[in-house]
């Protein structure tokens, strides 16, 4: 996440479209995520704002895309399918999920759902997945004290030694030596 300069609040309350691009941003009130030039109602101040560089880091947080200023671009369709389950996993990833309820969820073949994800993403929904489950546990991690095996089935994987096994592939440190090096 990037910063509230004074700049980017600036950018926000002129609506300057000039920033668009350069970083996207949250209202904690309804959890919405804009580009600086959306022309919604803002009623905020800036303790409600989030800065983000990325959709999937907005995305990661629980927020949703405006749907005023939609501010990951206009979506084909098969791109409104990935951008929907990503906002579905960021809301569920801590529950079971598998490619097959996935596809049911949204009404579309696994093959459908597999092919969209790494066509427009590079990667598939599984490693989505884990990679925002990593995420929150790094957070998990650095923010709290709470066991490794707890923050494992608070992110959605129950069982400790899978958890660590993907922990240290995709962060490349145990998570006892994560938490160490950033807490």
Known sequence: MYSLTKKRWQAINDRDSDYDGRFIYGVMTDHRVCCPSCQREKDCSPEDIRIFKTSDEA?????????????????????????????????????????????????????????????????????????????????????????????GLKVGIPNLSYFNTVFKQQVGQTAVQYRKKNN
């Open 59 to 151: 995305l990661f947080e629980g927020f949703i895309p405006c749907p005023d200023c939609h501010p990951f671009g206009d979506l084909s369709e098969k791109a409104e399918l990935v951008n929907q389950v990503k906002v579905y996993l960021a809301h569920h990833y801590q529950d079971r999920i598998t490619l097959e309820s996935l596809a049911e969820a949204f009404q579309v073949s696994t093959g459908v759902l597999h092919r969209a994800f790494m066509t427009l993403t590079d990667e598939s929904p599984q490693a989505y997945l884990v990679r925002l489950r990593m995420y929150h546990a790094k957070k998990m991690l650095r923010d709290g004290n709470e066991a490794v095996a707890l923050i």
